[in-house]
């Protein structure tokens, strides 16, 4: 067994090896099939836990008892693949390699025996790196350390190496219009000229005098589609279209909060993988940035993943994205709330879709929308959230299914549904 340094290489004899890669905490592992040009030829070279097979090269999960690894069968990669990379990341959102540096274990996928080992040194504010790589020089195969780490997580890398998730090119897209909102219920009172929302950037004009009219019953709950509701009276539960007015006795609420999403499989289903995410708007629908399982933490720490589940099994929250609306930059004025089944699986084979709201310091959930219709599509948008000139905040749901398997291509949708 050779202990190697960054940078040092060694022939492989065995046909196939794998990569053990195992730190303090858990890893998100993965490797990329690279061609000449150092590029991947296509999303399917891509291997990890959501794609964990391809040609030649295989992931296993250790299950957070035992590390992940990656197996490299040689004389199976397709012709003109020359470089497998291992990459590793922190599972924890926001979590660095500083001190948790992790170590790669090298062997005989058939016998067993330890090839070699490798610990990166020195590792700071990285929160993803590329290990080793398995690599073919003048017909032969070898192992090299490399410990290149990467402070844009586990993004950084696909960059890096032609990774794009996108189902499509997202070109620029002229500025849409927004859609004048429905003005809120209010009782009678004089006229007063509001600020408008910020996706209008201008006043709105005083509604002229009216005679006052007697006071009207307050409804219980909202009709579905119209009106906003407040926090006073306690959870609310929200049915397609509906808004709710992040305001609790008349103060808005600016604290931290987490969205929790959840989904079960279909009744008698298989396992169904997946991925919560939060896309952030400018007042111009202008894309700011997204948080998804390969960036965990966005806009300064304001918004947070909690990281990837797999199968959607068990009860609970599935994922959970904090936000700490008081530490959102002044120009993020819209999130929206997406879930994606990057397999390809629909969401007719999903049941009890919802997503909730829940007070980060209380553990009290304040609002619940729970998705009742399905469409065979590989997106949905669950929910969105509109800062307001006054400061509030509002959650409408939304519910609205989109032909996408990444957050990436729920950008330009998600923009024109704001």
């Known amino acids: 067994m050779t202990a190697m340094t960054p940078g040092s290489n060694l022939p492989l004899n065995a046909v196939r090896v794998t ?11 993965s490797a990329l099939l690279l061609a000449a040009d150092g590029k991947v030829r296509s999303d399917a070279d891509f291997i990890f836990f959501n794609q964990p097979s391809g040609p030649g090269v295989g992931y296993r999960s250790g299950g957070g008892a035992a590390p992940d690894s990656i197996t490299v069968d040689t004389g199976a990669l397709p012709p003109g693949i020359e470089r497998i990379v291992v990459t590793a990341s922190p599972d924890a959102a926001g979590q660095t390699f500083q001190g948790i540096e992790p170590t790669a274990t090298v062997r005989d996928a058939d016998a067993g025996s330890v090839i070699a080992t490798f610990t990166p040194p020195q590792l700071g504010t990285e929160t993803a790196l590329v290990v080793v790589e398995v690599y073919q020089r003048a017909g ?50 004089p006229p007063v000229s509001y600020p408008a929302s910020p996706w209008l950037g201008g006043a709105t004009t005083p509604a002229p005098a009216a005679p006052p009219a007697p006071p009207a019953p307050v409804p219980a709950a909202a009709p579905a589609g119209t ?46 993988d997946l991925d919560a995410s939060v896309i952030a708007y400018g007042p111009q629908r202008n894309h700011i940035d997204h948080c998804w399982f390969g960036k965990l933490s966005i806009l300064g720490g304001a918004v947070k993943h909690s990281g990837d589940n797999l199968t959607g099994e068990g009860s609970g929250d599935d994922e959970v994205i904090v936000v700490d609306l008081g530490r959102l930059p002044a120009d993020t004025t ?17 049941a009890k879709a919802y997503c909730r709201l829940v007070d980060a310091a209380s553990g009290e959930e304040l609002v619940r929308f729970d998705l009742t219709g399905a469409e065979p599509q590989t997106g949905v948008m669950m929910a969105k959230l509109i800062k307001q000139f006054s400061g509030e905040w509002e959650m409408t749901a939304m519910g609205q299914f989109v032909k996408s398997r990444t957050v990436r291509g729920m950008v330009k949708p998600a923009a024109e549904a704001l």
Do not use: C, H
Request: hydrophobic letters at 45%; glycine letters at 12%.
């Open 227 to 272: 009106g906003k509701i407040n926090l006073d009276k306690g959870r609310v539960s929200l049915q397609k279209n509906q808004t709710v007015s992040l305001v609790k006795g008349g103060r808005p609420l600016l604290s931290q909060v987490k969205m929790g999403l959840g989904w079960e499989p279909a009744f008698g289903g298989r396992a169904i």
């Open 19 to 29: 990569v053990d890669v195992a730190a303090p905490v858990r890893l998100d592992v």
């Open 140 to 189: 032969a195969w070898k192992v090299r350390a490399v410990g290149q780490g990467y402070a844009n997580g586990l993004a950084g890398i696909a960059t890096d190496f032609g990774v794009s998730v996108e189902e499509e090119p997202a070109p620029a897209a002229a500025p849409v219009a927004p859609p004048v909102p429905t003005a809120p219920a209010a009782p009678p009172a």
């Open 334 to 350: 819209g999130l929206v709330f997406t879930v994606n089944s990057f397999s390809g699986q629909k969401f007719t084979d999903v």
